[in-house]
């Protein structure tokens, strides 16, 4: 029996818009903040950084907690746009989202605690053990950014399945975003148990899969009516009311 279901929502152009603030907000905070503030094996110089970026470390911060917002939606809107390709597939596709924003949630915690030792949360400590404190935050949220990589990775497979499997997404960008959980999950096997070839191996390793994501999200949200129209086509094909 063929159901005739018209969704006006953008699911799809949702769901880029989202994805493409998730890398904007997240880029500014991992990369551009953090990043240029963390110098390694100088726990003084990084937090003179932190001490002397005060405004801007701060917005790095708020930029992760607006990141799990909009994860939070893109994680929804994906399962609104592809639950009628394998709604099995599209719910574990949901459950790894939700599984990792707590993860990503509690991260944030980290960079907050060393805006706090920063600011002398601490006074009684004396300045050197202070600075190997907000080093050591640093270095976690550093370890938890890479650990979420196996939630992440196994995410980004599933959306890429559904995305090869669905009819209305370009099959190609399925399959990048498939080959993006050897990326992420390489990258996290190099940081934990490699660690002297992390340098030489993990921007390799995370650079494709980067490049997936960015190609997903820009083509939801300036191809996002095609996508939705042939995702309205294909969820009243006959059959799906069962999926």
Same mark, same amino acid.
């Given at each position: 029996?063929?159901?005739?279901?018209?969704?006006?929502?953008?699911?799809?152009?949702?769901?880029?818009?989202?994805?493409?603030?998730?890398?904007?907000?997240?880029?500014?905070?991992?990369?551009?903040?953090?990043?240029?503030?963390?110098?390694?094996?100088?726990?003084?110089?990084?937090?003179?950084?932190?001490?002397?970026?005060?405004?801007?470390?701060?917005?790095?911060?708020?930029?992760?907690?607006?990141? $799990?917002? !909009?994860?939070?939606? /893109?994680?929804?809107?994906? %399962? *609104?746009?592809?639950?009628? @390709?394998?709604?099995?597939? &599209? =719910? $574990?596709? !949901?459950?790894?989202? /939700?599984?990792?924003?707590? %993860? *990503?949630?509690?991260?944030? @915690?980290?960079?907050?605690? &060393? =805006? $706090?030792?920063?600011?002398?949360? /601490?006074?009684?400590?004396?300045?050197?053990?202070?600075?190997?404190?907000?080093?050591?935050?640093?270095?976690?949220?550093?370890?938890?950014?890479?650990?979420?990589?196996?939630?992440?990775?196994?995410?980004?497979?599933?959306?890429?399945?559904?995305?090869?499997?669905?009819?209305?997404?370009?099959?190609?960008?399925?399959?990048?975003?498939?080959?993006?959980?050897?990326?992420?999950?390489?990258?996290?096997?190099?940081?934990?148990?490699?660690?002297?070839?992390?340098?030489?191996?993990?921007?390799?390793?995370?650079?494709?899969?980067?490049?997936?994501?960015?190609?997903?999200?820009?083509?939801?949200?300036?191809?996002?009516?095609?996508?939705?129209?042939?995702?309205?086509?294909?969820?009243?094909?006959?059959?799906?009311?069962?999926?």
């Amino acid at each position: 029996m063929t159901i005739q279901t018209e969704n006006t929502f953008n699911w799809a152009r949702s769901a880029g818009l989202a994805y493409l603030g998730v890398a904007v907000l997240a880029g500014f905070a991992e990369f551009s903040v953090r990043t240029g503030m963390v110098v390694d094996g100088d726990a003084a110089q990084t937090m003179a950084n932190i001490a002397a970026n005060q405004t801007l470390y701060g917005l790095a911060g708020i930029a992760d907690l607006l990141v $799990l917002l !909009l994860d939070t939606w /893109l994680g929804l809107a994906f %399962w *609104m746009l592809l639950k009628s @390709v394998n709604r099995p597939m &599209a =719910l $574990l596709a !949901l459950f790894l989202n /939700l599984l990792r924003l707590p %993860w *990503m949630g509690a991260n944030v @915690v980290y960079h907050f605690g &060393a =805006l $706090l030792l920063v600011n002398g949360a /601490l006074p009684s400590f004396p300045p050197e053990q202070v600075q190997d404190m907000v080093a050591f935050l640093m270095d976690m949220h550093a370890y938890g950014y890479t650990a979420n990589g196996i939630f992440f990775g196994a995410w980004c497979f599933s959306i890429g399945w559904l995305f090869y499997r669905s009819g209305f997404v370009p099959r190609l960008l399925g399959v990048v975003m498939m080959l993006a959980l050897a990326g992420y999950w390489t990258d996290l096997f190099v940081v934990f148990v490699m660690p002297e070839f992390e340098a030489a191996i993990s921007p390799f390793a995370v650079m494709p899969a980067a490049l997936a994501e960015i190609s997903v999200c820009l083509w939801l949200t300036f191809r996002g009516g095609a996508v939705h129209h042939a995702a309205q086509v294909h969820l009243n094909q006959p059959g799906l009311g069962t999926l």
